[in-house]
């Protein structure tokens, strides 16, 4: 029976595990020399690969033939290096380690390997990832999936030690790069990797290079020669630094004898305190981003349950040191560095891959998001519960973010800047799609082609951010309309499992896809950071998409995306008398309306007339999607919620209620409940609850159309209510056709 395994692709050290059909747990399956871990190092004899021990000494030799760190090039297309007159690329390397660590594991197991969940940097763009794909296809390996290196950790961590609700921070420093990952453990076993940051030019060979520095300061110091300036001895040197680096993880000191020409043997003695001083710089730029991502996640260090080391590199006692000294706390470091990721990637091998979400975070014109922090779990500051071992790796889930955003470049509406218009925000649940619609302008004969730069990055400056990738949308049809229409195009960004990136577009309302084509990016990309140049004088600049500007009219109109806070919502609290003759002073509902919420406290409410409204126009395309929680009001017959948009009505009291439209019943609903409401062209009205369609009615009307959060009472004008929630609120709204340099969201399509 074939074998599913993990494979950690290091950058230094590799390794391959798979789950023991008898035990049940993750195991390492040693390498054909017995050893756990096989370096990342090739040599080339006579053209033919050789790995293992003797790769490793043949590079610590500086023997001709051996490549290392070639990760660090993953994605490029560029030749990494060229021996005996062949090129070779980062991902052909990777393929040939790829192979070997394959042969070995199926010698050692005795049996085939049938796929693979092969692990990378969580920072790595989408090329990387598309790179290590298509290297482990070269070597003959079937990929089940891509996963994160600290995921894969917390995973392998977290069958041992599973403490529900705590916020696991890995930190994560190998040979090449750092990661630093903040991971929530939920219940039995869901594990969701919350924020992501790192740096993939900052690993242990950044300290070897310190030791380096260090040491050919020393001996020039101790025997007058520049030892920089011979190559032979700079090499020699070279080799010792990883060496004398591990000694100082152990030792005070370290002394170093090398012979250096013209001159004979020399010896220096470097000390852990000056190595950690001569290194203080690159540790804080590890600090500066594990800041970062609790920024994101909006913690502070006092919200991090623990800490887990992962990576070779933190075996330095002053990656423990600083921790301690930034969390006030010991990492945990009983987790075997150089074994946890292939073991929690074992684990992912064993299951199945998940599906995709939908967007559950805005991002604002400014760029900010507003996050769905209730289903992150961040919002809540529940309680740790104590640690335990989970009875099965079947309980283990995980789900991956996005590590970086990905947008579009496109020119503001003023016309004379690009920027970059973020589709999906940066630590999104993966897999995901987001789709827009932008507004085209054809001409009758012209190729029509709209040209897509994918940006990756926060950064509202799209020379801040990669671009991974061009794309050209051809197949356009011209749609004869005048210039004030155009074609509306469906443009739907995808981060698969495997956070690579997919792009796809449809014509209007078109069920199939128009062809896309990849092109290279163009090596000179300044043109992002400077004024947009109209290539129509005396027009006004195009807005939206960068499109092939050569091209006259290539224009695309964004639908403006509205959220709860840019819309006025009115406030009315009309507080009557009581049917006693009382009279209310004071509003006694107290009605909270922030970005993504609507709550109601209060009691005594006396008229019919409390809540928050807002008006659109009977041709205005209009959805709204919340959450309804009416459970806790407190009973009063007849008291209750009321929501409205045109002819959908919900009144819900704490035993939930019915929602109506036009008058007529559609659905019976309880207090706790997902709802959406939705007005199109021509007075199409629809509602859903908990994702299914209720109800449908086309009912055409002219003029303003309310949209109601408020409570109403029907029988008499008393009662008494204490708290009622809507929250989640999510709203799309585009304005009629003559309304210019609107974008918005719209429904995804299945790949
Ligand atoms: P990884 O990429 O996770 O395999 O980590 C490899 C890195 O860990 C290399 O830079 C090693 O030099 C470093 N490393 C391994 N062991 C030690 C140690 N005992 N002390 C310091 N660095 C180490």
Redesign the pocket.
């Known amino acids: 029976m074939a074998v599913s395994v993990g494979i950690d692709l ?4 590799s390794a391959v595990a798979y789950v023991d059909p008898q035990t049940k747990t993750p195991k390492i399956i040693p390498n054909s020399e017995g050893n756990k ?1 096989t370096p990342s190092i090739i040599q080339f004899i006579n053209g033919k690969p050789v790995f293992g021990s003797e790769a490793e000494s043949a590079f610590a030799a500086s023997e001709p033939g051996c490549v290392a760190t070639f990760k660090r090039n993953m994605g490029k297309t560029d030749v990494y290096c060229t021996i005996d007159g062949t090129p070779y690329t980062a991902e052909d390397l990777s393929a040939l380690l790829l192979r070997h660590l394959k042969e070995d594991a199926e010698a050692e197991l005795g049996d085939k390997i049938k796929d693979a969940v092969i692990t990378v940097p969580a920072y790595f763009y989408s090329p990387e990832r598309e790179a290590t794909l298509k290297a482990a296809a070269a070597a003959g390996l079937k990929v089940k999936k891509i996963i994160d290196e600290p995921n894969a950790a917390t995973m392998a961590y977290g069958l041992n030690n599973w403490r529900e609700n705590a916020n696991i921070l890995v930190y994560d420093l ?3 790069t750092f990661d630093v990952t903040l991971t929530r453990m939920g219940k039995d076993g869901e594990l969701t990797s919350i924020t992501t940051r790192g740096d993939y030019y900052l ?3 950044d ?2 290079d310190r030791i380096e520095i260090i040491l050919i300061e020393k001996f020039a110091d101790e025997t007058g020669i520049e030892t920089s300036s011979n190559p032979i001895t700079k090499a020699m040197i070279r080799g010792l630094t ?1 060496g004398v ?2 000694q100082l ?1 152990t030792m005070e000191t370290a002394k170093v004898t090398a012979t250096i020409l013209d001159y004979g043997v020399a010896s220096v003695v470097i000390t852990k305190k000056e190595f950690e001083e001569r290194t203080k710089d690159l540790i804080d730029r590890t600090g500066a981003l594990c800041q970062a991502v609790l920024e994101e996640a909006e913690l502070s260090l006092r919200d991090v349950t623990d800490v887990l080391l992962v ?3 933190t ?2 006692p002053q990656v423990s040191q600083y921790i301690f000294n930034m969390f006030g706390k010991k990492p945990i470091t009983h987790v075997n ?2 074994e946890a990721v292939a073991l929690g990637a074992a684990i992912q091998a064993t299951k199945e891959n998940e599906s995709y979400t939908k967007l559950s975070v805005q991002v604002m014109s400014d760029g900010k998001k507003v996050t769905d922090r209730a289903s992150s779990g961040l919002s809540t500051r529940a309680v740790i519960k104590p640690l335990k071992k989970l009875s099965s790796i079947g309980l283990l889930s995980l789900r991956e973010t996005t590590a970086h955003a990905m947008g579009i470049v496109a020119i503001n509406d003023e016309g004379n800047r690009y920027y970059n218009e973020i589709i999906i925000p940066a630590n999104h649940p993966r897999p995901v799609r987001a789709a827009k619609r932008f507004r085209f302008y054809t001409l009758p004969k012209s190729k029509n082609e709209l040209e897509i730069y994918v940006l990756q990055g926060d950064s509202m400056n799209p020379l801040d951010c990669v671009i991974p990738y061009k794309y050209v949308v051809t197949g356009i049809q011209h749609v004869n309309k005048g210039e004030k229409i155009g074609t509306v195009i469906r443009v739907q960004y995808s981060y698969d499992e495997n956070g690579i990136i997919h792009i796809q577009a449809r014509q209007g309302y078109a069920e199939v896809d128009l062809p896309i084509r990849k092109d290279d990016v163009p090596s000179n990309i300044s043109r992002f950071g400077q004024p947009v140049v109209n290539d129509q004088p005396g027009q006004k600049p195009s807005l939206g998409l960068q499109l092939g500007r050569g091209v006259s009219h290539n224009v695309v109109h964004k639908y403006k995306a509205i959220t709860f806070s840019n819309v006025e919502w009115k406030k009315y609290d009309n507080i009557a008398f009581h049917p006693s003759g009382a009279a209310f002073n004071e509003p006694s509902v107290h009605i909270i309306a922030n970005e993504k919420a609507i709550e109601f406290h209060g009691y005594n409410v006396s008229a019919m007339d409390e809540g928050v409204s807002y008006t659109i126009n009977a041709d205005d395309n209009f959805e709204i999607e919340c959450d309804i929680n009416t459970s806790t009001i407190q009973p009063h017959p007849g008291g209750n919620v009321k929501i409205t948009l045109g002819i959908i009505t919900a009144s819900l009291n704490e035993n939930g209620g019915q929602i109506r439209l036009d008058g007529e019943t559609v659905v019976k609903v309880g207090p706790k409940f997902k709802l959406k409401m939705s007005l199109t062209e021509g007075g199409h009205y629809k509602v859903y609850t908990n994702g299914k369609l209720a109800g449908s009615k086309v009912k055409p009307s002219m003029g303003g159309i309310d949209v109601c959060f408020g409570l109403a009472h029907d029988e008499h004008c008393c009662h008494i209510l204490s708290h009622a929630y809507i929250s989640n609120i999510s709203m799309k709204q585009r304005m009629n056709q003559n309304m210019e340099d609107d974008s918005s969201e719209t429904e995804t399509w299945e790949s």
């Open positions: 290091g950058t230094t050290f871990i190998g040979g090449g690993g242990g060979r300290w070897d990883e680096k591990k993880s990576g070779g590199s075996r330095m560095p150089d």
